[in-house]
């Protein structure tokens, strides 16, 4: 029973969850102070949102399975999301819990749009196609060089305008302006899964932005994006957006070594994207402090 449950929860890939449940709580301290949240509509929105990743996370593995993508090969000992091809679940179980957490998702919709307005809704249905048409048929944008824009799309302007939605029923530039460094920062999360899985996408038949860009060059766009996402968050310090990240400048470059060292040692490629989640997960910690402090 506990092999049986263990094998489901490293299904949702976990480690991955801060990077869409953080951003709820970044674009709630940028547009209200603490004292004025709405902690249930906070609370509805966070579990709304991580149980939509896990659920695009599971649709992903199953049809990168069912395509041929995902394939063994030697390493897949430590890597997440690897369950399917090495045997320890089956794709029809997979697809079976991304349902039962679509499924879960309904009453907290319903009582986010009750109290929020239906507005909301098109917030969550512009998330859910995202997340389904990046590998799900016929458009399997994640096969056809497009998986990077999309992320941006979703997990940045998508997702911070429909928290900040959800808490004030109305757009707000905030959450826009600070949808850049979190999208870009999300993005950087697949352009390290690409780049580690370049060998094996090319065997598989798609076309993702290594192929493009070629390994090198998508190194380098890595790069932009991690520095990018630092960068933009300095630059919200010093122009008085957010002026509480200038306290944690300093700490914001260290953050950055740990993503660069990985992109170029090839021993440091097999958990890349594990890593590059727990950069951004640590920089949207200290950009909500940040933003409490401002």
């Given amino acids: 029973m506990v092999s049986w449950l263990g094998k489901r929860l490293g299904a949702l890939r976990a480690f991955s969850l801060p990077v869409s449940v953080l951003p709820v709580l970044v674009a709630t301290a940028a547009l209200r102070p603490l004292g004025q949240w709405d902690w249930p509509i906070l609370i509805a929105s966070m579990v709304a949102v991580g149980l939509l990743h896990c659920a695009g996370n599971l649709l992903n593995d199953y049809f990168d399975f069912l395509s041929g993508v995902d ?8 890597r997440p999301g690897r369950l399917l091809v090495r045997g320890e679940l089956r794709a029809k179980d997979v697809l079976a819990e991304g349902i039962v ?32 048409c990046y590998t799900g048929p016929p458009l399997k944008l994640k096969y056809r060089a497009l998986g990077e824009p999309l992320i941006f799309l979703v997990f940045g302007p998508v997702l911070m305008l429909g928290a900040g939605y959800a808490q004030t029923s109305k757009l707000e530039w905030m959450a826009l302006l600070l949808s850049i460094p979190v999208g870009l920062a999300t993005t950087a999360i697949l352009a390290a899964n690409n780049i580690r899985d370049q060998e094996e996408d090319h065997v598989g038949g798609i076309r993702t932005l290594a192929q493009v860009l070629g390994i090198r060059a998508l190194r380098w766009f890595y790069i932009l994006l991690v520095v990018g996402c630092v960068f933009s968050l300095a630059g919200l310090g010093i122009v008085k957006i957010a002026p509480g990240l200038l306290v ?37 910690v200290f950009l909500v402090i940040a933003l409490l402090l401002g």
């Fill in 71 to 78: 394939r063994k090969v030697e390493g897949d000992e430590g």
């Fill in 248 to 284: 944690f400048a300093p700490v914001l470059l260290i953050l950055l070594a740990k993503p660069l060292v990985c992109v170029w040692g090839k021993q440091r490629l097999a958990d890349i994207d594990a890593r590059t989640a727990q950069f951004e997960s640590v920089l949207l």
């Fill in 101 to 132: 957490c679509l499924l879960a998702v309904l009453p907290i919709g319903l009582y986010l749009l009750w109290h929020c307005g239906p507005g909301l809704l098109w917030f969550a249905a512009a998330a859910f196609v995202g997340l389904y």
